[in-house]
């Protein structure tokens, strides 16, 4: 609920990379990597539709579904465990947070209770005017088209 809004105040100091993968393992068959999701089959197939709409966000449905059975699919997902695998320290749950490419305990609680907060806290350049008065009052619901 916190990033959006965090996001759509601070889009100038913050970069965001979403990583679908969470506690899913990967073995090569030889062919393609195949993946098993701590949540099934399913949370397996919402990972690779949002990889796909991660990579090619104006991508057709009819197109996802050839994605996520063909080498393009198969390739963001191996891409998308590479970087969970290789985090330093090595992720214990999800939503798993980096600032600056590193984790804390401290820093994910900081970034669970308000993102908002410690993004400004954090950031070393001229702080943007959301940053410099009182925490605002983020609104919780959005539409959009």
Same mark, same amino acid.
């Given at each position: 609920?916190?990033?959006?809004? @965090?996001?759509? $105040?601070?889009?100038?100091?913050?970069?965001?990379?979403?990583?679908? *993968? /969470?506690?899913?393992q990967e !073995?090569?068959?030889? !062919? %393609?990597?195949?993946? #098993?999701?701590?949540? /099934?089959e399913?949370?397996?197939?919402? =990972?690779?539709i949002?990889?796909? +709409? $991660?990579?090619?966000?104006?991508v057709?449905?009819e197109?996802? &579904? #050839?994605? &996520? !059975? /063909?080498d393009?699919?198969?390739?963001?997902?191996?891409?998308?465990?590479? $970087?969970?695998? #290789?985090l +330093?320290?090595?992720? %214990? *749950?999800?939503?798993?947070? #980096?600032? =600056?490419?590193?984790?804390?305990?401290?820093?994910?609680? +900081?970034?669970?209770?308000?993102?908002?907060?410690? &993004?400004?806290?954090? *950031?070393?350049?001229?702080?943007?005017?959301?940053?410099?008065g009182?925490? !605002?009052? +983020?609104? @919780? @619901?959005?539409?959009? =088209?």
């Amino acid at each position: 609920m916190q990033l959006f809004p @965090t996001w759509i $105040l601070l889009m100038d100091i913050m970069n965001v990379t979403l990583v679908p *993968y /969470g506690n899913a393992q990967e !073995k090569f068959d030889g !062919k %393609q990597w195949q993946f #098993t999701c701590q949540h /099934g089959e399913e949370e397996c197939l919402g =990972n690779m539709i949002e990889c796909l +709409k $991660l990579y090619e966000p104006t991508v057709q449905w009819e197109s996802i &579904v #050839t994605c &996520v !059975k /063909g080498d393009q699919g198969n390739k963001l997902m191996h891409a998308n465990a590479q $970087l969970t695998d #290789t985090l +330093k320290p090595a992720h %214990q *749950y999800v939503p798993w947070v #980096t600032l =600056n490419r590193e984790h804390t305990d401290a820093m994910q609680d +900081k970034a669970m209770s308000s993102l908002f907060n410690l &993004v400004c806290s954090t *950031y070393k350049g001229e702080k943007p005017v959301a940053c410099t008065g009182e925490t !605002k009052t +983020k609104p @919780t @619901t959005y539409c959009m =088209n």
